[in-house]
């Protein structure tokens, strides 16, 4: 049986992936290590708790004895690491968690496997694999025109893309240094369930709900690239399975869209789901126009045709169906929203694992 270690799987991405990895690998078993920051949730993870092939550590990735410990007891052969601080607007208030998490976090797991691994001959096509999870972000801002693709140089232009490009850097120097054979994906705008309410798409979800203004920063025009959660975590399945060591590959939605036109869909489709606002208005009346984001990038895009040529992998859900799957999502789990808002998942997680 195969045993991985997963980072972060009580955040929005990670649970998404811990409950497919659970599923399409039978043979797997799943520590997940996690902080439980404000954006870590184990409501993610409900359901989970006594499976016979899962295990929640509660702890963090910087803790080089804990982690070393949980090495030598669960020998894993795989790492999938998505423990990071991930909000932007954060790193921008206050970018030292992004320092120590995202680049010295990285590090201690990189010097833990390095350890674990030494000496280790990787057969063709198998373990070990550690695979980090990245972003389009590293690759800084695209005018009108082009895409980002494998070779793009690195250009990171807010604290939290620079920590992540950091962490990029020190997982491709692990492997030219040590040999560790590493995988890295670098992935565009992810939106699904149990994505923490501060990110554009359930923020707007959220407000719009509750009649709440709806902030658009400067123009509106900024461009991103979605893709939605799940189509995210079958990629990095194909990449860990069958990615080439030493590689990165980009992951995008080919999905790219204007915030405003973003915010305006959640509007119309909840206005058409849940009526008009009780004023009569539409949702749209709440949109504000705010001061902009500092140093805002204007435009991602992802080429995805390496992994689609060497893998096979293609996102299965176009934009305008994955939106309404989500906001189905966040209408059927609104108990779930106030949970992580006001932090009371705290108490389900005593309840359910006491305090270690
Ligand atoms: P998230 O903020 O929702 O979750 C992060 C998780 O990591 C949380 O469960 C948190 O408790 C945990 N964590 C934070 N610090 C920790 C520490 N020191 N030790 C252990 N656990 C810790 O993030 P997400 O959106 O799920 O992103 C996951 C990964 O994917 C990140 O590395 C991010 O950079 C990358 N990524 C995200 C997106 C996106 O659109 N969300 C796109 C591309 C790449
Ligand atoms: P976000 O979800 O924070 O992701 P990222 O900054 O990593 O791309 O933001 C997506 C886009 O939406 C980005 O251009 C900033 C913008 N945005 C708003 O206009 N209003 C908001 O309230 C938020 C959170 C983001």
């Not at 790219?256 to 509007?267: G, L, R, S």
């Not at 009526?275 to 984001?293: A, H, M, N, T, Y």
């Amino acid at each position: 049986m195969k045993s991985i270690l997963i980072t972060g799987g009580c955040g929005f991405i990670g649970a998404n992936f811990v409950r497919l990895a659970i599923e399409q690998l039978p043979a797997a078993r799943i520590v997940n290590l996690d902080k439980l920051t404000y954006a870590g949730n184990p409501e993610n993870l409900a359901g989970l708790e006594n499976h016979p092939r899962y295990r929640f550590v509660k702890g963090d990735i910087c803790d080089a004895s804990l982690v070393g410990r949980l090495f030598a007891e669960e020998g894993f052969d795989c790492v999938v690491h998505f423990a990071a601080e991930s909000h932007v607007d954060r790193s921008i208030e206050g970018p030292a968690e992004f320092i120590s998490t995202n680049i010295l976090g990285t590090f201690t797991l990189l010097e833990a496997a390095r350890k674990a691994w030494k000496g280790t001959v990787p057969l063709k096509g198998q373990s070990p694999r550690f695979l980090h999870v990245s972003t389009d972000e590293v690759y800084g801002s695209l005018g009108e025109t082009g895409y980002f693709t494998e070779t793009t140089p690195y250009d990171p232009r807010s604290p939290y893309s620079a920590s992540k490009a950091s962490s990029d850097h020190l997982v491709s120097a692990y492997h030219h240094t040590y040999g560790l054979p590493v995988l890295i994906t670098n992935c565009s705008n992810n939106y699904g369930p149990y994505q923490f309410p501060e990110k554009l798409i359930p923020l707007i979800i959220n407000n719009a709900l509750n009649g709440k203004d709806l902030p658009v920063y400067g123009d509106g025009k900024n461009v991103r690239d979605w893709l939605y959660v799940v189509d995210h975590c079958t990629a990095i399945l194909k990449v860990l399975g069958n990615g080439r060591i030493g590689e990165t590959y980009n992951v995008g939605g080919n999905s790219e869209k204007q915030n405003i036109e973003v915010v305006q869909t959640i509007c119309d489709i909840l206005d058409e789901k849940s009526g008009l606002l009780s004023s009569g208005q539409p949702r749209r009346s709440l949109i504000r126009f705010v001061k902009d984001r500092a140093g805002h990038d204007r435009r991602y895009a992802i080429d995805a045709s390496k992994i689609s040529d060497e893998l096979g992998w293609q996102p299965s859900l176009a934009f305008d169906e994955g939106i309404r799957r989500t906001i189905d999502w966040y209408l059927e789990n609104s108990d779930w929203i106030s949970a992580v808002l006001d932090g009371s998942y705290h108490t389900y997680y005593q309840k359910m694992y006491g305090e270690r």
